[in-house]
């Protein structure tokens, strides 16, 4: 950090006597305020120096809200240092009140400064007017701020939805990739086109705009057959799947096709020129709830539709009529009906079977997928549930190393886009990586492995596996980058003997990833 002294362990000879440790910790909300964290090292520096601190450590979050303290990793780090008695300091020294957090619940952020002060660690707010000694006056003036700083970012939030809400009546896309058959177009004030843009690519300018295009033509005749499967020929979304997946096209994200992905597509109006906004809400960080359609901001015909408007409408009725005749006893009778026909049950044959509701919906409805298997009175012990009830727990863990890795690889100057939804990453704008979970897997006839499995249609040169422990395959022991080109099955295994031939493309920790990645750009930058 600059214009911080940091003294490394071990030198405590440096310190003069009578010298405190201290931390920094620091925090931007958007990467945009390029030098908030300098000016804000800077102060504290001055502070220290004034009250005989020296800094030790410093905790960085760049780029990070504070309105909650998910991804926030310098301040779960401290936290933990703190908690586990690892921290060699005896005060934390930030900014001001704000830069510790924005919490829309004040006492989420007195209870992370109690669980410092508890174990006799101080948190000094250098910027701000009171001394935080716990004394009445000091206790009345922090809560106030932290109110205040809660405050700031509702009311900012309210301003932004309604400045976004006036931008979309206008007809212009409001961030988030487009579906397939779509594309965006950058344009200026004046509304020339500055060109199409890519996956991943940005606007820069806040005078910019971005408009919803129809993609290229193949995706246009792609798209036109799903709905004509759906609505002429009645064929079911699962059967759509699997023509799609079968016939190997991928879809905007660049991986295989699910019945989500179909459900969205053929409700989506943007296929027949309109753009819609505000159909759900996700303010300040709290849970995504749907608005009811009076508040939903809807644009039309902005661009010749892709899809006739009469197909459309019929395929929205099939839809409604779909999902209303969807009781708990036509999901169980569904179910009996494909156990009587195939003498058994999973999750691979419900996606095999015409008009059969997805796993995830029984799974949702019942509770578990297993609990649905047991109303209807069938039980497999071979099937592993904890794997299928688990994959929410996996996708989230998947998430959060992703973002950990993409964090680190920005903090060295190196773009790095994670579109989180295919589990893609793309770095310096030519190295793709896909990201893998590696679970133990025990055979009947063969040696216990890591199965690695490739998309269907797989968008990146390179795999990033996660191995996962052996009892709970739930924890990640440790890494294999693996190129492309080692998968010429649709899955590999990896083993636990040094003596693989995988076992070169081993990462122990999730820094070694960093610097074997690294090297691959560097390799094809030169």
Not at 222 to 241: L, T
Not at 283 to 311: C, F, G, H, M
Request: charged share 25%; aromatic share 8%; hydrophobic share 40%.
């Amino acid at each position: 950090m600059a214009n911080a002294l940091i003294i490394r362990p071990g030198s405590d000879l440096l310190l003069p006597t009578g010298t405190g440790r201290a931390a920094q910790y620091v925090r931007m909300s958007t990467e945009n305020q390029r030098y908030s964290t300098q000016n804000q090292a800077a102060a504290i520096a001055v502070y220290a120096a004034q009250h005989g601190l020296v800094i030790v450590r410093t905790y960085a979050d760049e780029g990070r809200s504070g309105l909650s303290i998910h991804r926030r990793d310098g301040l779960i780090e401290l936290l933990d240092d703190v908690r586990s008695g690892r921290a060699d300091f005896d005060h934390i020294l930030v900014y001001d009140v704000s830069r510790w957090g924005r919490f829309q619940d004040v006492d989420e952020s007195a209870h992370y400064e109690f669980s410092c002060r508890q174990v006799g660690i101080k948190v000094c707010y250098c910027a701000e007017e009171f001394d935080n000694d716990g004394s009445v006056i000091a206790s009345i003036v922090k809560n106030l701020k932290r109110v205040m700083a809660a405050e700031y970012s509702r009311e900012l939030s309210v301003k932004v939805h309604a400045g976004a809400c006036r931008v979309a009546s206008l007809g212009f896309k409001q961030g988030g990739p487009v579906g397939y058959g779509l594309q965006r177009e950058l344009i200026d004030e004046s509304r020339c086109s500055k060109g199409l843009l890519r996956k991943g690519q940005r606007k820069h300018l806040q005078t910019d705009r971005v408009l919803i295009q129809p993609g290229p033509e193949n995706e246009q005749r792609i798209v036109a057959q799903i709905f004509r499967e759906y609505v002429v020929h009645r064929r079911s979304r699962g059967a759509i799947v699997r023509w799609l997946n079968d016939a190997q096209v991928p879809n905007h994200r660049g991986t295989a096709w699910s019945l989500a992905m179909v459900r969205h597509l053929l409700s989506n109006e943007a296929y027949i020129g309109n753009c819609v906004y505000n159909r759900t809400s996700v303010r300040l960080k709290q849970a995504r709830k749907a608005n009811p359609p009076e508040l939903w901001i809807r644009t039309t015909d902005l661009y010749e539709p892709i899809v006739d408007k009469s197909i459309f409408l019929k395929a929205q009725e099939l839809l409604k009529q779909q999902q209303s005749r969807l009781s708990n006893e036509h999901l169980l009778k569904k179910l009996q009906e494909t156990l009587a026909l195939h003498g058994k049950l999973s999750s691979t044959i419900m996606a095999a079977t015409d008009n059969m509701p997805s796993a995830a919906l029984y799974a949702y409805r019942f509770g578990s997928l297993r609990e649905a298997f047991r109303r209807v009175g069938y039980v497999n012990p071979e099937i592993d549930f904890d794997y299928i009830e688990g994959q929410g727990e996996l996708a989230a863990e998947l998430s959060k190393q992703a973002s950990i890795l993409a964090t680190h690889i920005r903090a060295r100057g190196i773009s790095a886009v994670l579109e989180a939804g295919a589990d893609v990453m793309t770095i310096a704008g030519n190295l793709t990586i896909s990201l893998r979970m590696a679970r133990y897997y025990v055979a009947r006839h063969h040696a216990p492995v890591w199965l690695v499995h490739r998309r269907r249609v797989e968008p990146a040169e390179v795999i990033l596996a996660l191995r996962l422990d052996k009892e709970t395959n739930r924890e990640v022991i440790d890494y294999f980058l693996l190129p492309l080109s080692e998968m010429g099955k649709h899955s590999i295994s990896l083993t636990a003997t040094s003596r693989s031939r995988f076992s070169a493309y081993r990462c122990p920790t999730l820094d070694d990833v960093l610097r074997a990645v690294i090297g691959k750009v560097a390799a094809m930058l030169t």
